[in-house]
């Protein structure tokens, strides 16, 4: 703050003084006001300057590219055109920066087309433009002009490489990273490590890190999150405490970010207790980390903490819920069984807080009404709903027809889903154990014989077990484990010690 206050007295003085009149401090002040953010004041200095150059122009697009104003930027450049003034690769530059945070390819292309026709394509112009192509989500065009660039800089193959990983082309994204020669940029880890959280790889993420570990390569905030993330898809509670334990040591500082992260991993790890110590450790809170709490008791069962905890964020606290906050505060009642507080917390979401509620806030709120038997209602519900629902909302209303037995219903909830998905394997066989528990047998048999004659099946769920810091995954009827014998051994044993015959027999299917 002193700087720029002594800034700000400067350039009083060079105004009052007449130096106002040179060049280069036309330069200075333009660049010194976009900087400080005072871009009213920088577009009337800039107004009242005669002979403006490119430098000066540039000045200002930049400013406006770096404060996250592409429309402003755009408007400068359109301007300076007017004016016959030609750009030079600064300008173009701040013009490839401006279309990628627009997500405007098609500008973005026509600057492209330019630069290769009236400029020398340097290697900064092609690092702007691979990034254009990456944000307007043109892996195709980013992956050409990436091949087609004779020298590269760790700028270019970590944009590459995030590009890939963005959009989910994880093997390319992988090979570009063991071909990439220098791999001591964190942000070249960091894009691989998100990219496999992404896709729900936590395992290979992990992995990655455990290499980045190897490397020596010194992991950054971004880093933890991302690992966290893993830890929190594939439950590995052990290795969240490891990498919490890491943090501590290397004494990086428990901002908003990390410790959301936290309370997220121990939440979906099931050590609630370990969630709400990080949640009070935090001297600094936003919206999200409320959220993550929220989120955590409720996924653990305890519906009236979240309750509490979302009361005091919106009442104590004065923080803004968004939809992610409802969902959290809406599980819990669901779990919890709270149908009172959950009517008026889905109500608050439109009233209060003029939150439109999406497709998982109706699920949710079908499921509460559902489970406590209150059906027609559930049913009302989806009907009042602004668009058509979807497969999550009539899932709700189906399983909930199957526990109240109520078949008439039940069967216009799984008409609707096979609507959605014909080929569903897993709503027939749920219809057909609806129609057992209700003694249809000959409505059961006759949803069996659609599943043979349409060769449906239903696809393998696949889960996955930390022992001793180590992740195991497996899937129904997995052959291919390469502790199958044991496993199937000690599945006999356990089946014989229960006592159960049809244990024996059927741990050929497992």
């Known amino acids: 703050m002193l700087l720029l206050n002594m800034g700000f007295e400067i350039l009083a003085h060079v105004m009052k003084m007449g130096h106002y009149e040179d060049r280069f401090v036309h330069n200075a002040c333009v660049h010194f006001l976009v900087c400080c953010g005072e871009f009213k004041v920088a577009e009337k200095v800039f107004g009242e300057i005669c002979v403006r150059d490119v430098v000066l122009w540039n000045s200002l697009i930049n400013g406006y590219v770096k404060s996250g104003r592409p429309c402003e930027a755009l408007r400068v450049f359109r301007d300076m055109r007017l004016e016959g003034i030609e750009p030079d690769e600064i300008t173009m530059i701040g013009m490839a920066l401006a279309c990628g945070q627009l997500r405007s390819l098609e500008l973005g292309m026509e600057f492209h087309r330019y630069v290769v026709k009236e400029m020398n394509f340097s290697l900064r112009l092609c690092n702007s433009f ?76 992990l992995a990655l890190f455990q ?15 991302c690992c966290l993330s893993a830890c929190s898809q594939l439950g590995a509670l052990e ?11 290397h004494n990086l500082s428990l901002n908003v970010s990390l410790g959301t992260a936290l309370i997220d991993m121990y939440a979906k790890c099931g050590n609630v207790e370990k969630a709400v110590q990080v949640f009070h450790e935090m001297t600094v809170k936003n919206a999200l980390t409320w959220t993550a709490m929220i989120g955590a ?3 653990n069962g305890d519906a009236h903490n ?30 919890g069984g709270l149908v009172t507080e959950g009517r008026k917390v889905f109500a608050e979401m439109t009233s209060r807080f003029k939150i439109p509620p999406k497709s998982k806030h109706y699920s949710c709120m079908v499921d509460l009404l559902g489970r406590s038997g209150l059906l027609n209602e ?18 709700a209303l189906f399983s909930s027809c199957q526990t109240h037995r109520n078949i008439e219903l039940g069967e216009k909830a799984a008409l609707k889903l096979l609507q959605l998905d014909p080929d569903d394997s897993g709503i027939y066989v749920q219809l057909a154990n609806m129609y057992i528990e209700a003694n249809l047998w000959h409505k059961a048999r006759e949803v069996r ?8 099946e239903k696809t393998p769920g696949c889960s996955s077990i930390e022992v001793n810091g180590d992740i195991f995954e497996f899937t129904v009827r997995d052959g291919l484990h390469m502790q199958s014998d044991k496993i199937r051994e000690c599945l006999m044993q356990l089946a014989r010690q229960m006592g159960h015959q049809d244990c024996v027999l059927n741990i050929r299917l497992l």
């Open 378 to 395: 559930a049913q009302a519900l989806i009907t009042s709903m602004p668009s058509n629902a979807d497969a999550s909302v009539w899932g």
């Open 211 to 225: 290499e980045m570990q190897a490397m020596n390569i010194k992991p950054d905030e971004v880093t933890m999150v």
């Open 297 to 299: 008791l409720a996924l």
């Open 449 to 456: 014989k659609m599943i043979s004659e349409r060769g449906l």
């Open 239 to 249: 290795i969240g405490c490891w990498i919490h334990h890491f943090i501590k040591i």
């Open 130 to 205: 691979l990034d254009m192509y990456v944000k307007c989500g043109d892996i195709g065009k980013a992956k050409a002009l990436f091949g087609r660039m004779n020298e590269r800089t760790d700028v270019t193959w970590t944009t590459m490489i995030v590009g890939y990983a963005m959009f989910g082309f994880l093997q390319d994204a992988r090979k570009l990273f063991d071909e990439f020669p220098q791999k001591g940029n964190v942000v070249t880890w960091n894009a691989m490590i998100g990219g496999y959280v992404k896709a729900n790889c936590g395992k290979e993420a």
């Open 306 to 335: 979240a309750l509490s905890h979302f009361r005091i964020m919106v009442d104590d606290v004065g923080l803004a819920p968004d939809d992610v906050t409802f969902l959290g505060v809406l599980l819990a009642c669901r779990h």
